[in-house]
């Protein structure tokens, strides 16, 4: 059982991963990243629903950061 649940959950986080690097680079808006990581199967198992607006928005906040602190800007 721990293989299976480990294999779904390293999927979601991949398809979840794709979808918030689409919205930090801004090729897809906030709503729009919310809806599809909202329609990921199983996405209850990585992150609560309620709360995926809130990530994507510090997952962007974040990566600014990190980047400015580099010397890139948005």
């Given at each position: 059982m721990s293989r299976i649940k480990d294999y779904i959950v390293s999927s979601v986080e991949k398809q979840v991963d794709k979808i918030i690097n689409q919205?930090?680079?801004n090729v897809i808006n906030l709503k729009t990243a919310?809806?599809?990581i909202c329609g990921v199967d199983n996405i209850e198992m990585v992150v609560e629903k309620h709360n995926v607006e809130e990530m994507l928005i510090e997952e962007k906040s974040d990566y600014w950061k990190k980047a400015n602190k580099e010397g890139r800007s948005q």
């Open positions: 919205y930090i680079m919310s809806d599809q």
